[in-house]
């Protein structure tokens, strides 16, 4: 069945009556564009086939009633009166509605029943997910007009003000904006997207290492600040404004530490901008040439790769006939990896790498063949019939 048809089935089952709408997020991964957004740089992700769902109907008593089929204790509260709690996933439902109430948007109740089969905690963005499928319910029974990028900010904001994790933009652009069949090169600084192709005959493989560590970490903010300190010693807004040339001519003068951060943001931002190039002129072998290039990047100057990333891709990569190029995708330290593989050859591929990698660590990875999906959207709406 379904997550589709699971979600209506089980708020018929709850609610005695046929859900008005049916809403989605996907999750997603990032084909090159690493550590990126936060510098204002540009990011090359794709939302994939794996979502979060909720089907669901307006209440007219200004409550929240969402019962998640993968997590316990439902969100139930007044959009009047909420504050914050500790209650894990039902802090995302508070947090989009305090972002939206704070927006000014005068929101209508709800009640729903969600489920999704992103893992959660991997790097493919379930909060993110999570994030747009309740700002996507909340604009389709409060008729408000759905901007994706205003929505993505608004995600961006309770995550880093109601949940308290430090992250960019990129996940919840990528939720919010994806283009079905396309990639999304998304320039951070001003959240303007262009779609992209996948060179045709291609695939994208994720291999999850079945390694995980939070994003909550100090790492993540220890390079964030290590990027403005960057920035600041080359007196610009963002480390998205110096280019190689001016990075060569001045690098000299700062500590080593700080300009090997620099360097894998200033080299990775055009790697992005190449590999759109690629991806446009159907040159699946520089694009995997870069994704290559990109995590050498990650592993060695940026440093938020790990052992059992590197072995994955260095499984990838022993797979010729299959492979153009594989990279650590996300965060880091733990999570996935990305893939780009001849599509005729993905399966092989991936169980090729799954024996490889379980010999190599005695760890079982995930790996998903995925296909670029629609942002968050609405995919039923029983309106006319209600
Ligand atoms: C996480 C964050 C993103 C981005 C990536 C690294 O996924 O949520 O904003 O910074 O790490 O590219």
């Known amino acids: 069945m379904s997550l589709q048809e699971r979600v209506t089935q089980e708020y018929v089952k709850r609610f005695g009556e046929r859900p008005l709408f049916v809403v989605r997020a996907p999750g997603r991964v990032n084909l090159i564009g690493e550590h990126t957004d936060y510098n204002d740089g540009f990011v090359l ?44 996933w039902v802090e995302y439902v508070k947090g989009m509605a305090w972002a939206l109430q704070e927006a000014g948007f005068d929101l209508t109740g709800w009640q729903g029943v969600s489920a999704g089969d992103i893992p959660v905690g991997a790097g493919l963005s379930s909060s993110a997910a999570l994030e747009l499928a309740i700002a996507r319910a ?31 933009i990129m996940d919840q652009m990528i939720s919010a904006a994806g283009k079905e069949g396309h990639a999304l090169l998304i320039d951070c600084r001003t959240l303007e997207s262009c779609t992209v192709p996948l060179p045709s005959e291609t695939a994208v493989v994720i291999l999850d290492t079945a390694t995980r560590r939070g994003l909550v970490d100090s790492a993540y903010n220890e390079r964030r600040q290590q990027c403005e300190d960057a920035a600041a010693f080359f007196g610009v807004p963002a480390l998205r404004d110096v280019d190689i040339d001016t990075f060569n001519a001045k690098a000299e003068g700062l500590d080593p530490l700080t300009r090997k951060r620099a ?33 050498t990047s990650l592993r060695d100057d940026f440093e938020v790769s790990s052992k059992e990333l590197n072995q994955i891709v260095d499984c990838a990569m022993r797979r010729k ?44 990875p995930n790996i998903y063949i995925c296909y670029p999906s629609e942002g968050a959207n609405v995919v039923v709406s029983n309106l006319e019939n209600a």
């Open 263 to 295: 360097k894998h943001i200033i080299t990775e931002n055009q790697r992005t901008l190449d590999a759109m190039a690629a991806m446009l002129q159907e040159e699946p072998r520089i694009l995997g040439k870069l994704f290559n290039e990109s995590h």
């Open 45 to 88: 992700p794709m939302a994939i086939d794996r979502a979060i769902y909720i089907a669901l109907s307006p209440r007219s008593d200004n409550r929240i009633e969402l019962h998640s089929l993968d997590l316990e204790n439902p969100a139930d509260f007044s959009l009047s009166d909420f504050e914050k709690g500790n209650e894990s």
């Open 321 to 364: 006939t299959a492979v153009f190029g594989a990279r650590m995708t996300g965060a880091g330290f733990g999570g996935c990896a990305v893939a780009l593989v001849r599509d005729y050859h993905a399966k092989a591929f991936a169980n090729a790498v799954s024996a490889c990698y379980q010999a190599a660590t005695g760890l079982q």
């Open 138 to 168: 909340f604009a389709t029974v409060s008729g408000l007009d759905w901007d994706p990028a205003q929505m993505a900010l608004l995600g961006q904001k309770c995550e880093n003000e109601w949940v308290g994790v430090n992250c960019g």
